[in-house]
């Protein structure tokens, strides 16, 4: 049996998490940057640990009612599993309870299982940021949730 714990990130998960960074995503967030998350008021970091181990996280930042996620991502052998579902519904919740208004994020125009993943979840596309990314250069797509 599988057990899904969700956590506010503590030091003890940086170096996991960049390691999961580092699996994912091209453009990675080092220890340093994923650290600094911990000193900084606006953050609210929720780690998904799979029988002890880091298996993924979400990361947003929020101001004045606006929760902006920044990060989001699951190691590869933790998918499909429904852990992106419960970081995301545990991330809401705290922000509405915080009197959160709308949650925003981009996702690249080729990433269909976020995309369907942040669909699932109630965000709507709402626009699109042009070459937001690179290695390689894609557009971004916006998303919105409103509670
Ligand atoms: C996107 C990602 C976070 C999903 O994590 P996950 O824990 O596997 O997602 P879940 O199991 O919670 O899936 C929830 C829903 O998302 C959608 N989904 C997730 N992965 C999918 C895939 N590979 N193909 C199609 N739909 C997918 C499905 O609707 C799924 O619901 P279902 O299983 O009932 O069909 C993960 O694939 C990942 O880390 N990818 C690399 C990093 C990344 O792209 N992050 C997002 C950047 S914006």
Redesign the pocket.
């Known amino acids: 049996m599988m057990n899904t714990e969700i956590k506010r990130m503590d030091s003890s998960h940086i170096k996991a998490l960049s390691e999961i960074e580092k699996e ?2 091209s453009t990675p967030w080092s220890e340093n940057a994923l650290g600094d998350e911990l000193n900084n008021g606006f953050s609210r970091f929720f780690v998904a640990e799979c029988n002890g181990a880091v298996a ?1 996280y979400i990361g947003a930042h929020s101001i004045l009612g606006e929760v902006y996620i920044t990060n ?3 190691s590869e052998a ?9 970081l995301i519904k545990t991330l809401v919740e705290f922000c509405e309870n915080e009197g959160m208004e709308f949650v925003t ?1 981009e ?2 125009r080729s ?4 995309k ?2 942040y669909a ?1 979840m109630g965000f709507r596309e709402v626009g699109e940021r042009k070459d937001f990314y690179e290695n390689p250069r894609e557009d971004a797509i916006l998303m919105t949730y409103k509670r």
């Open positions: 994912c995503f993924g989001v991502a699951v933790f998918r499909r599993k429904g852990i992106a579902e419960k994020l996702v690249r990433n269909k299982a976020a369907k993943l699932k």
